[in-house]
């Protein structure tokens, strides 16, 4: 292969890895669809799709070396967009259409959603550059895949999006599972799994186990208590 051609080989294999990443926002926009016409179990299937291309998509950058064949294209920004639309916007979308916390605390919360997510999403280290997220990485998604599966009471579900949007102004440093050194292989296979979980169970709803979607929470419990550890271990360090 020529170098011309191979630059060209390059240059696709790395435009082809920004459109995976785009899709993402195409599956946000069919979720969307699907909140608004009540079918929430789809919504959801579709925001795994999306969460799968977010899962694979950094990695299949950092081979390709994107910043390196197309140093004119920001990537990073791109990822971020289509995170705001899926982690962020879709979610709270949904606490509005389905009302969960009643009206007009649906509204409202879906409001601090948008409003803090936006913050944090701004931050210059919100990925801190030992691949930490700094403040709660907005995993409204997941949040609302427990209240799709759950149906909490208004007040649990108010109780749990407040706390979420303070822990977005607290420095705790949050797990990035593909980025990590130590832990990696142990984290990465129980996040797979813990993913693969939730999305049987919404694929199975409304005849999901809810035994089973309580259990799925242990994995919650660990990546929160890797994250204070990591977290007070660099803080001790200062």
């Known amino acids: 292969m020529t170098e011309r051609a191979l630059s060209v080989y390059r240059k696709a294999l790395a435009l082809s890895v920004h459109i995976l990443t785009a899709t993402g926002a195409v599956a946000g926009l069919v979720a969307l669809m699907r909140i608004t016409e009540g079918d929430y179990r789809s919504a959801f299937l579709y925001?795994?799709?999306?969460?799968g291309i977010d899962m694979v998509d950094g990695t299949l950058a950092r081979s390709a070396n994107?910043?390196?064949v197309m140093p004119g294209f920001d990537g990073a920004l791109l990822d971020n967009i289509v995170d705001y639309l899926n982690y962020t916007l879709v979610p709270a979308f949904f606490l509005v259409k389905s009302g969960i916390a009643g009206s007009p605390m649906s509204f409202i919360l879906a409001a601090l959603i948008l409003l803090s997510s936006a913050y944090q999403f701004c931050q210059l280290d919100a990925k801190t550059e030992d691949h930490f997220f700094k403040g709660f990485p907005?995993?409204?998604?997941?949040?609302?895949?427990?209240?799709f599966l759950l149906q909490?009471?208004?007040a649990t579900v108010i109780f749990l999006v407040l706390l979420c949007v303070a822990l977005v102004f607290v420095p705790v440093l949050y797990l990035y599972p593909s980025r990590m050194i130590r832990f990696k292989k142990l984290t990465v296979i129980?996040?797979?799994?813990?993913?693969?979980?939730?999305?049987?169970?919404?694929?199975?709803?409304?005849?999901?186990?809810?035994t089973v979607v309580y259990a799925s929470l242990l994995y919650?419990?660990?990546?929160?208590?890797?994250?204070?550890?990591f977290t007070w271990e660099k803080r001790s360090r200062v």
């Open 138 to 147: 907005s995993y409204w998604n997941i949040l609302i895949f427990y209240f």
């Open 220 to 229: 919650v419990v660990y990546y929160v208590v890797l994250s204070l550890f």
């Open 152 to 154: 909490p009471e208004p």
């Open 190 to 210: 129980l996040t797979s799994l813990y993913t693969l979980l939730l999305l049987h169970q919404v694929a199975m709803a409304p005849d999901h186990s809810v």
């Open 47 to 51: 925001l795994f799709l999306a969460m």
């Open 66 to 68: 994107v910043k390196k």
